[in-house]
């Protein structure tokens, strides 16, 4: 069993900044992969950021320059690093990690953009 956290969500002002972390722990021996998903209400939850097990980083174009996807693998710890934050990125960010055995998501932490 794994337990992913998500945290560091907010209010912030467009063009401001706000970190995400994701911690993951529980019976975990290895991290394939960590992403970052955002939901708003009535739309399917879609892929912001997506980093692999060496590295490699994927983006959706929507996020392209702005957000910035990182881990700290002694940690268990993804982060999301937001900036320029526009009000269309407001929604509900969730993080799933990806171990050997499954994929396991967070609850989810709130972002709204708002002057």
């Known amino acids: 069993q794994v337990t992913v956290v998500e945290s560091g969500g907010g209010l912030v002002q467009p063009g401001g900044s706000l970190r995400l972390s994701c911690a993951a722990s529980?019976?975990?021996?290895?991290?394939?992969?960590m992403g970052w998903y955002r939901q708003t209400p009535g739309k399917q939850r879609e892929l912001a950021a997506f980093?692999?097990?060496?590295?490699?980083?994927n983006y959706a174009d929507f996020v392209k320059g702005r957000f910035t996807i990182s881990r700290d693998n002694g940690k268990n710890t993804g982060y999301l690093q937001m900036n320029s934050l526009q009000p269309e990125d407001t929604a509900t960010y969730y993080c799933?990690?990806?171990?050997?055995?499954?994929?396991?998501w967070g609850q989810g932490t709130q972002v709204t953009v708002s002057s």
């Open positions: 980093i692999g097990s060496g590295g490699s980083t």
């Open positions: 529980g019976s975990i021996f290895s991290i394939l992969a």
């Open positions: 799933v990690v990806h171990t050997s055995s499954s994929a396991w």
